[in-house]
């Protein structure tokens, strides 16, 4: 199914119409818009995850896609199939936001414009693309609260979820799931310092299965050669700490290891990874390579 109805990240709730209503396995052909398709000057941006920003045309999002017989505690699986970077990409410097804010407080803009298979910097300097989306979602019992990351995924900024050939899982918290995409990138960074990728427009294509009484946690993210659990919180370190625990309990449950078997082997294999830019809520991942965890018992 296909289409191209966009909405904004302020009007994302339970009870907003959802765009399509797709049997299990279906595949779906969206295009989702950049974060700064509608912003006509940077300078007028408001700080994020202030009040002023609330209602602001600042990230447009494609759905929500309800996803037929999807009920609480069941899961979805959202395998990318394809995504394609297209358009004027830009990054920038927001008001208030990113490691340095103090050090650049001035907003700005620059073109990096996306052809020959690069996103040209400034016109001048030329970077491989890695389409992704840095937004993939179910909906949260309460409504999203915009550019938050969570159980649910949301603006979680993971650089390997959204990949092609990625596959995430996420908890149904709502019935229908209403699964939901945003703020796809040509490339981006983990840790993303300046606070900004090349925001673009993306066309996607993907595939969403319903796993019946399935439940997952927190968001689960599959690579050819990975599996990386996601955790939150107010901080970095707080972050970090749940995604760890996450992982632990992830591959004590998964494979034939104890809890504290994980822990120390999950020391010894698993990389750690910040993706969100400094906000509210911060978001990092365990990535742990499949091999090791074959030999351990899992069976993916």
Same mark, same amino acid.
């Given at each position: ?52 920003? #609330? ?17 609480? @505690? ?108 945003? #703020? ?10 300046? @606070? ?105």
């Amino acid at each position: 199914m296909t289409s191209n109805k966009t909405t904004y990240l302020f009007d994302i709730n339970p009870q907003t119409p959802a765009i399509m209503s797709i049997e299990p396995g279906a595949e779906v052909r969206l295009e989702v818009r950049g974060a700064f398709d509608d912003i006509e000057d940077i300078a007028a941006v408001p700080v994020p995850f202030t009040p002023a920003c #609330d209602g602001h045309p600042l990230a447009p999002i494609t759905g929500p896609i309800r996803v037929v017989g999807a009920e609480v @505690g069941d899961s979805v699986a959202i395998e990318v199939l394809e995504i394609t970077a297209f358009g004027e990409g830009r990054n920038a410097i927001v008001r208030d936001f990113g490691m340095l804010a103090k050090e650049f407080p001035e907003p700005k803009i620059i073109q990096c414009p996306i052809r020959d298979g690069k996103a040209w910097f400034g016109n001048r300097v030329p970077i491989d693309l890695e389409p992704n989306l840095g937004t993939i979602s179910t909906m949260p019992p309460a409504g999203y609260k915009p550019s938050y990351a969570g159980a649910y995924g949301g603006d979680f900024d993971q650089k390997s979820a959204g990949q092609a050939g990625s596959r995430l899982h996420l908890p149904v918290l709502v019935p229908g799931a209403l699964v939901f995409f945003g #703020d796809p990138h040509a490339v981006i960074s983990d840790g993303i310092i300046s @606070g900004t990728g090349v925001e673009c427009s993306v066309a996607l294509r993907a595939r969403i299965a319903l796993n019946k009484r399935k439940r997952v946690e927190r968001p689960i993210i599959e690579t050819k050669d990975t599996v990386e659990i996601v955790g939150w919180g107010p901080s970095v370190e707080a972050a970090s700490e749940d995604c760890a625990r996450g992982a632990v309990d992830y591959v004590a449950a998964n494979t034939t290891l104890s809890r504290e078997e994980a822990y120390m082997l999950l020391g010894i294999i698993g990389e750690l990874r910040v993706g969100t830019s400094p906000r509210p809520t911060m978001a990092a991942r365990l990535v742990v390579p499949r091999a090791p965890l074959r030999a351990a018992g899992y069976d993916g």
